[in-house]
């Protein structure tokens, strides 16, 4: 019988949302996805409620939302700590040395058979083997995490630049040859427009990347603030409803980072198809 309210609330989201999706406007879409998440979180509470689940195992959403309220100071420091310090400004470093990079490789035949087949070997390489070393070499702050992460997004990103570089059709390039064009004219006026749907590929892929390593960086070695910090001694304390709270901080910002580069991404590769609207 304790089953039937889980059931009865299921049922009736259902039945709601087939209705809604009859009709295909941006606010029934909108109304869709709420009317999902808030299902998800109701039938949360009611399961952990009504089975008595222990907070160890799994806290309800009422205790992670009085977490978050009740640690706001510590969530922001922590936040700035990985988030700003660890994995931003070290996936805008990786990002900056892998375009770079991905241009001296466009440029040399020697480094396009050299430095490839080792980027792809280091990608493969597991981030916990990775971690441990790179706190030992730059220590305990920030800038430890911030290694992580740019060994983590840089050779994503040079991989995709490299295809976008090489994406443009022969017969442009030779049109831009007959104009007796130099290699950094091409480049400006020609290659990097053609690459910018493959960077911003390579730049949507690592936002989630930058975003774990950082944070899998710190259960290696952190000063005493930061998610990956904070989630090992709650851990530790069975303070489980703080875990699900740095969880949803980082869930929160995750969607807001990758958010803001497909909105860029959308300003500057407008002329792509993949950003015209769809008909039909």
């Known amino acids: 019988m304790s089953a039937l309210p889980v059931i009865a609330v299921w049922l009736g989201a259902l039945a709601l949302n087939t209705w809604l999706s009859r009709f295909d406007t941006r606010a029934t879409r ?161 290659r990097l427009p053609a690459a910018m749907p493959f960077l911003f590929n390579g730049l949507k892929i690592t936002t989630t990347l930058a975003l774990i390593g950082a944070i899998v960086a710190e259960f290696f070695g952190s000063p005493t603030k930061g998610m990956g910090f904070r989630i090992s001694t709650a851990v530790g304390r069975l303070d489980l409803p703080l875990v699900w709270a740095e969880i949803l901080v980082a869930a929160i910002a995750g969607s807001l980072f990758y958010g803001i580069v497909a909105l860029i991404e959308k300003k500057v590769t407008f002329w792509h198809p993949s950003q015209r609207p769809q008909r039909g």
């Open 30 to 190: 909108l109304a869709v996805a709420l009317i999902f998440g808030a299902t998800i979180l109701i039938l949360w509470e009611m399961i952990v409620r009504i089975y008595a689940i222990p907070p160890v195992i799994l806290p309800a959403p009422s205790q992670i939302g009085a977490s978050f309220a009740a640690n706001t100071a510590i969530l922001w420091t922590d936040f700035v700590q990985t988030i700003v310090k660890g994995a931003l400004t070290a996936w805008l470093i990786g990002a900056l040395a892998a375009v770079l990079t991905a241009i001296a490789i466009d440029r040399s035949p020697f480094l396009q058979r050299g430095l490839l087949p080792i980027g792809n070997f280091v990608a493969a390489l597991p981030i916990v083997g990775i971690a441990p070393i790179l706190v030992m070499w730059f220590g305990f702050d920030w800038q430890s995490k911030a290694a992580v992460v740019v060994v983590m997004v840089f050779f994503p990103i040079l991989v995709n630049m490299v295809a976008g570089l090489a994406a443009t059709d022969p017969m442009q390039r030779d049109l831009m040859a007959t104009w007796a064009a130099p290699y950094w004219a091409s480049l400006w006026k020609l």
